[in-house]
């Protein structure tokens, strides 16, 4: 009877289990068919028909960087192969140009509403293409639910901004804050052995004190200073206000939020910061006024600038013979081979030869955003940027958002080097870490460590080993040539006497304007302005722009980060701001050339989330 009362529950479970495998191959089916479906769509060059009067519509997302992490594919499908949302500054730089020039493009929407960060020295170069806009006689119409610092900045240039009647302005201006061990480390008897050449090399603070040096706080207060000027300067011109009256309206906003019980969004059109307050529709309307009604959208007539760059590429003529390379480059540095978001020196490298193999190229223009890295690895590029000027060929470096440390290791070695205003540079230094274990072995654990050794060098790099007096002499002494070098290639190809060039070293952050005067950098320019500047260097009248490739992923990678944006997808995890990526893989006892700030490490509140 037992026995025979089992057989319904066995056959229950049996069917469960076969239901539950066909549903699993129904869902995994519907995911695989559905990935064909969408990459096969993204792959298939869509029909752009731009009409006339129409209005260009830009609508920035997430991050504007100089060059996408993941440029080798169709933008249609960024979405699946990472979480994070890139906007490439070249690309919506070179829309607005041709646009300026474009007779059925009457006027410009800049939706602002899924930006989250751009550096200022892009969003500057950015600001002389939206400009260089209005002064082709068409017009910039901005609009947003509310406005961060980025989003505002690029907004301030448009004729005319609106803002959601919920929304609100936000303009938090710049801060540098670390995260300091030294007194959890002393709790946990756990040390690091620092090696450092540049009193202001802050990197190491964290590991050396409690809180911020008093120099190194007064040297952040002063080029955070100077880059808040550039943003107050520039709002301030942009919407016919001077820099009192902004300082002001964000002095009294949280008073003037609490006590007249009025909106953020009344606040910035009593300041003057907006021109309209309105939800999308009433904008949508206002733009139909502009352009006529859209069957087609049932909306204003307009072209997405990713559209529009597509349609265009097909119009424009490249003269033939002589081009200029253009390469980005953006990332911590370090040798060997890697992924986007770091500057692999091989890699770099790699590029640098295609464009020298490539016998049209006159001229190499170089963008650079990076805090630095691996000195051996800078070096790496450096000689090679050195062996291209030799052979003739014109190098010229542009420094974007941060170029520093290492970069500017690199960034030396060039005919001319350009930078924007808020570029942040400099911080020539180098430094060393070895983490000390020993103490916390023993005391917290109670493992210890004993043995003999044939010279000072054995045992030396064990957890359970102290660094002996001969390692740190080693160290320190190779810290002190490779800053000893540092300061002579700069000098050497900066033509600034070395003595000169000390104070301006040590580790100290410069931004683009401080280091244009101090000597660090040629000129002020956006990187158009800086690939025309290297083709007038090369003697060239007429040339064609080489954007040189990153090296293709292979397919493991591919659907790495396909299986990974997916996953995003389905758990709706957006990131904001910057993604928070480790600092450096530090190895112990290797030098490096890394400003603190090299995962731009400037933090403000945006729309009360704090972004990094």
């Not at 190895?587 to 090299?598: N, V």
């Amino acid at each position: 009877m037992k026995k025979h009362s089992d057989k319904p529950k066995r056959g229950f479970f049996r069917i469960f289990g076969k239901t539950l495998d066909v549903v699993r191959k129904i869902i995994l089916n519907l995911i695989f068919w559905s990935l064909l479906v969408f990459i096969a769509l993204a792959l298939i060059p869509g029909r752009v028909k731009v009409k006339e009067d129409s209005l260009l519509y830009i609508q920035p997302q997430g991050q504007i960087v100089d060059a996408l992490s993941l440029s080798d594919y169709p933008a249609r499908l960024s979405p699946l192969l990472s979480s994070v949302s890139e906007t490439s500054s070249i690309d919506m730089g070179l829309a607005i140009r041709r646009a300026a020039q474009d007779d059925r493009i009457i006027g410009l929407v800049l939706d602002c509403s899924g930006l989250s960060y751009a550096s200022l020295a892009v969003l500057q170069d950015l600001e002389k293409d939206l400009n260089h806009f209005r002064e082709s006689g068409k017009r910039i119409y901005a609009w947003s639910p509310s406005y961060n610092q980025y989003a505002y900045y690029l907004a301030s240039t448009a004729s005319l901004i609106y803002l959601d009647e919920m929304g609100s302005v936000t303009l938090s201006g710049f801060g540098v804050f670390q995260t300091y061990f030294k007194k959890g480390m002393d709790k946990w008897d756990l040390g690091m052995a620092v090696f450092q050449a540049g009193d202001y090399k802050s990197f190491v603070e964290p590991y050396m004190y409690e809180k911020m040096s008093q120099g190194v706080k007064e040297d952040n207060r002063r080029w955070t200073g100077n880059l808040w000027h550039q943003v107050l300067s520039a709002l301030a011109e942009n919407r016919s206000l001077t820099e009192t009256d902004l300082t002001k309206w964000i002095e009294d906003y949280p008073a003037a939020l609490s006590g007249t019980g009025k909106s953020g969004a009344e606040l910035a059109l009593e300041g003057k910061l907006i021109d309209v307050r309105g939800t999308w529709e009433t904008f949508s309307s206002e733009m139909t006024k502009v352009t006529g009604y859209e069957n087609d959208s049932r909306s204003f007539r307009s072209v997405h600038w990713l559209d529009y760059l597509e349609e265009t590429e097909k119009r424009v003529k490249l003269p033939s013979g002589k081009s200029v390379a253009v390469i980005t480059a953006s990332g911590e540095i370090h040798s060997g081979s890697g992924s986007g978001w770091t500057i692999a020196s091989r890699d770099l490298i790699d590029r640098l030869e295609s464009a020298e193999n490539n016998r049209s190229v006159r001229a190499i223009v170089l963008r650079l955003d990076t805090g630095g890295g691996s000195a051996y690895a800078s070096e790496e590029v450096r000689r090679t940027l050195e062996r291209l000027r030799s052979r003739g060929i014109t190098v010229l470096v542009s420094m974007g958002g941060i170029t520093a440390s290492g970069g500017y290791w690199i960034a030396s070695e060039s005919d001319e080097l350009w930078c924007s205003p808020g570029t942040i540079t400099g911080s020539i230094g180098v430094f060393s870490m070895v983490p000390e274990t020993d103490r916390f072995l023993e005391e917290h654990l109670g493992i210890t460590g004993d043995g003999v050794g044939t010279t000072w060098m054995s045992g030396q790099g064990r957890p359970d080993q102290p660094l002996n007096r001969s390692s740190r002499q080693v160290l320190q002494a190779g810290v002190d040539s490779t800053y000893s070098q540092f300061l002579r290639i700069v000098s050497e190809n900066r033509n600034i006497p070395v003595d000169a060039l000390e104070p301006l070293a040590r580790g100290r952050i410069w931004t683009g304007e401080e280091a244009v005067s101090a000597g660090l950098a040629d000129r002020i320019g956006s990187l158009t302005e800086a690939v025309e500047r290297a083709a007038e260097l090369a003697h060239l009248e007429e040339y064609h722009l080489y954007y040189v490739p990153r090296a293709g992923q292979d397919m493991q990678g591919l659907l790495s980060q396909l299986l990974g944006g997916i996953m995003s997808l389905i758990s709706k995890q957006t990131l904001v701001g910057i993604p928070d990526l480790p600092s450096s893989q530090l190895t112990p006892g290797k030098i490096y050339a890394l400003s603190p700030i090299s995962d731009k490490n400037i933090f403000f509140h945006v729309d009360n989330r704090l972004v990094r």
